[in-house]
Nanobody, 126 residues
Framework: QVQLVESGGGLVQAGGSLRLSCAASGRTFSSYAMGWFRQAPGKERESVAAISRNAIITYYINSVKGRFTISRDNAKNTVYLQMNGLNPEDTAVYYC???????????????????WGQGTQVTVSS
C-alpha cells in the first residue's frame, strides 16, 4: 500500500515557474517507478513525465521537453516536477502516480501505475 500526497500547485502568470512535490509513504519507495500526469478540463488525462526507480531513465511528453524536469529523492520518499516557462496550455490538475509492479523503465502508460495521488491544481494565466 502506497499513499501519495501532491503539493506545490497554484496560480502563476505565463512564463513563470512552479515546483510540484509528491510525498510517498512506504518502505520501498526506491523500488517504484514514478510519474506525473495531468488532466485539463474537457481533455483526457495525459502523461507528463516519468522517472525510473534508479533515476537513470526519464520520459517527457514532447510539449514539455526543455521546460519541465522530473527528479526524485529516495532518501526523502519524494518525487518532484520542476516546471519552467509555463503557458496557459499547462493549466490542469496534476497527479502523482507510482508503478510498484514495473520492473524497469519510466512508463508513460497510465495503466502501468497502480497508486495515485488526489491531484494539485496548476493554473497559468495569460
Amino acid at each position: 500500500q502506497v499513499q501519495l500526497v501532491e503539493s506545490g500547485g497554484g496560480l502563476v502568470q505565463a512564463g513563470g515557474s512552479l515546483r510540484l512535490s509528491c510525498a510517498a509513504s512506504g518502505r520501498t519507495f526506491s523500488s517504484y517507478a514514478m510519474g506525473w500526469f495531468r488532466q485539463a478540463p474537457g481533455k483526457e488525462r495525459e502523461s507528463v513525465a516519468a522517472i525510473s526507480r534508479n533515476a537513470i531513465i526519464t520520459y517527457y511528453i514532447n510539449s514539455v521537453k526543455g521546460r519541465f524536469t522530473i527528479s526524485r529523492d529516495n532518501a526523502k520518499n519524494t518525487v518532484y516536477l520542476q516546471m519552467n516557462g509555463l503557458n496557459p496550455e499547462d493549466t490542469a490538475v496534476y497527479y502523482c502516480a507510482a508503478a510498484t509492479a514495473t520492473a524497469w523503465g519510466a512508463p508513460s502508460d497510465g495503466n502501468e501505475y497502480n497508486y495515485w495521488g488526489q491531484g494539485t491544481q496548476v493554473t497559468v494565466s495569460s
